[in-house]
C-alpha cells in the first residue's frame, strides 16, 4: 500500500470520526426529552433603604408585607414536544415557594399555572419543543424559597433548572459543533486533495 492509500484511508477514518464526535455531542446536550424552568425574583422594596418602612404595597385590597415580584417560565427544550398525556396521572408540575403568594396574571395570561397555598403548580399542557413555552408573574410576601418538588410527573423527562443564566437549549453548542465538524471535513479534504495529485 502506497503512502496516498495511507493517507486517503487515514483522512477518512478521521472524517468519520469528527462526525460521530459531532452527532455525540449533539445528542448528549439536546437529550430527546428535556423541559427547563427559570425563575426571576425581584424585591420591590430595598429594606435597607431608609424610607422602606413607609412604603406599602397592596393587591386587590390586601397589603403584601415585603414584597417580591417573581417570574418564571417553563419551556420544552429537548428534540420531542412535551405533550399533556406525558404527565403522569395527570398530575401537575409543582414548586414549592415558601411564601404566600398572589398571582398577577390570569385567563389565558397565566394559562398552565396554579397557585396552591404556598406552592405554584404547572398543569398537564402540550409543551412544545423549542417555542416561547409558558410564564406568569406573582407577588409573593418574602424572598421565596423555590424548588421543584420531587418526583416530578413528567415521564421519561429531565427536568431542569435554568434560573441564573441563559437557556441552555440555545442554539450555539449546536452551532459551535457544526462549525467544529465543518472545518475538520474542510481540512481532511484539503489534505487527501494534496497527496492524491
Same mark, same amino acid.
Request: one cysteine or more.
Given at each position: ?7 486517503? /484511508?487515514?483522512? /477518512? ?54 414584597p417580591h ?5 417553563? !419551556? ?5 414536544? /412535551? ?10 408540575? !409543582? ?14 395570561e397565566a ?10 403548580? #404547572? ?14 408573574? #406573582? ?13 416530578h410527573p ?44
Amino acid at each position: 500500500m502506497d503512502l496516498a492509500n495511507i493517507i486517503g /484511508i487515514t483522512a /477518512i477514518v478521521v472524517a468519520l470520526v469528527g462526525v460521530i464526535v459531532g452527532v455525540l455531542g449533539y445528542l448528549r446536550m439536546n437529550p430527546k426529552r428535556r423541559v427547563e424552568y427559570q425563575f426571576r425574583v425581584v424585591p420591590l422594596i430595598q429594606r435597607s433603604q431608609s424610607f422602606s418602612n413607609r412604603i406599602a404595597v397592596s393587591f386587590d385590597g390586601e397589603n403584601i408585607p415585603d414584597p417580591h415580584l417573581v417570574e418564571v417560565q417553563i !419551556r420544552a427544550t429537548g428534540r420531542v414536544d /412535551i405533550r399533556s398525556d406525558d404527565f403522569d396521572s395527570k398530575k401537575p408540575l !409543582r414548586f414549592h415557594i415558601g411564601r404566600k403568594a398572589k398571582m398577577l396574571r390570569d385567563g389565558k395570561e397565566a394559562e398552565g399555572f396554579s397557585l396552591s397555598e404556598t406552592d405554584l403548580l #404547572f398543569h398537564p399542557t402540550l409543551i412544545p419543543r423549542k417555542a416561547e413555552g409558558y410564564g406568569t408573574q #406573582f407577588l409573593c410576601q418574602g424572598m421565596p424559597e423555590i424548588h421543584l418538588v420531587k418526583p416530578h410527573p413528567i415521564a421519561d423527562t429531565a427536568v431542569k433548572n435554568a434560573s441564573g443564566g441563559p437557556w441552555v437549549g440555545s442554539n450555539t453548542g449546536r452551532v459551535v459543533l457544526a462549525l467544529v465538524s465543518l472545518l475538520m471535513g474542510m481540512g481532511v479534504s484539503v489534505v487527501s486533495g494534496l497527496f492524491m495529485k
